[in-house]
């Protein structure tokens, strides 16, 4: 990733934490989404972490929810900006 990109995505963090910090913030029930670590490096454009799971078996098959289908039971949250709370152990 190029330096010029990276300077564009801690910028736009540092807007977004300021916006937060300065806002009412409310925690919502119920979100419908598709979250998963097994994006290929050269489709995006920010650092992301494999999910332990999949590294374990070796496959891109365990997502931590998908949408209208299921969470996985390791899946514990997300934390600002873009952080997934994992339980899995092994």
């Not at 300065?22 to 454009?45: E, F, P, T, V, Y």
Request: proline letters at 2%.
């Amino acid at each position: 990733m190029g330096a010029d990109i990276k300077s564009k995505i801690k910028m736009q963090n540092a807007k977004c934490k300021m916006t937060m910090q300065d806002s009412k913030i409310r925690k919502l029930k119920g979100a419908n989404m598709d979250i998963d670590l097994i994006s290929d490096k050269k489709d995006i454009h920010w650092e992301q972490d494999k999910c332990p799971w999949n590294m374990r078996e070796n496959t891109n098959e365990h997502k931590c929810a998908v949408k209208n289908i299921s969470i996985c039971k390791y899946f514990k949250g997300i934390e600002y900006p873009d952080i997934v709370v994992c339980g899995y152990k092994k």
